[in-house]
Nanobody, 123 residues
Framework: VQLQASGGGLVQAGGSLRLSCAFSGRTFSNNGMGWFRQAPGKERQFVAGVNWSGSTKHYADSVKGRFSISRDNAKNTVYLRMNSLKPEDTAVYFC?????????????????WGQGTLVTVSS
């Protein structure tokens, strides 16, 4: 099983990035997918989740209205569109596959994790 996250980088505050996460090795379309992030010295936190079909999405309060999660089951890929980025969004972003059809907020719902991609937002 492999989750390959990409799309991170350095961006100025107010800018945008789109993260991608390509999944391989197991069934993708039956399970929820999530994005988490971890800033230096802080715990990993939930950012966004999408259910198996893409019909249900939910977000952390800190990113609502700015971030958008989506998935393409034909491409085994999940995306995170990030707009209006703030310096406090700086973190390593991880994608993960839920063991369930939906995407929960807690890390223990997820069985497979990507390696992370660094997002740095400068002020």
């Amino acid at each position: 099983v492999q989750l390959q996250a990409s799309g991170g980088g350095l961006v100025q505050a107010g800018g945008s990035l789109r993260l991608s996460c390509a999944f391989s090795g197991r069934t993708f379309s039956n399970n929820g997918m999530g994005w988490f992030r971890q800033a230096p010295g802080k715990e990993r936190q939930f950012v966004a989740g999408v259910n198996w079909s893409g019909s249900t999405k939910h977000y952390a309060d800190s990113v609502k209205g700015r971030f958008s999660i989506s998935r393409d089951n034909a491409k085994n890929t999940v995306y995170l569109r990030m707009n209006s980025l703030k310096p406090e969004d700086t973190a390593v972003y991880f994608c993960a596959r839920s063991r369930l059809a939906y995407a929960g907020n807690e890390p223990n719902v997820y069985t497979y994790w990507g390696q992370g991609t660094l997002v740095t937002v400068s002020s």
